[in-house]
């Protein structure tokens, strides 16, 4: 079902979040998981808005070449 679908996807995810400093997992976290703007969680955090978008424009960076990489180490697993 969906939820044997999602599994290997959160994994991933896990994965990713595992490797991101603390702050940058919980900015990750606040917008897309709480849907905070980056305005609300600069102010929850005490960060500069600047710094927010910046945070969420890199992270958004090393996350697209994380999938990819692991999206690649999946492919070889699975034909195997």
């Known amino acids: ?7 290997p996807i959160l994994q991933r ?11 940058d997992r919980m900015i990750f976290v606040l917008r897309f998981w709480y849907m905070e703007t980056p305005r ?5 955090m005490g960060l500069k808005e600047k710094n927010v978008y910046n945070t969420l ?4 960076k090393r996350f697209r070449v994380y999938w990819e990489q692991s999206g690649k180490e999946d492919t070889v697993y699975e034909k195997a």
């Open 1 to 7: 079902g969906v939820q044997t679908c999602a599994l």
């Open 13 to 23: 995810l896990n994965g990713f979040l595992e490797k991101q400093t603390r702050t």
């Open 40 to 44: 609300e969680i600069a102010k929850h």
């Open 57 to 60: 424009y890199q992270m958004r």
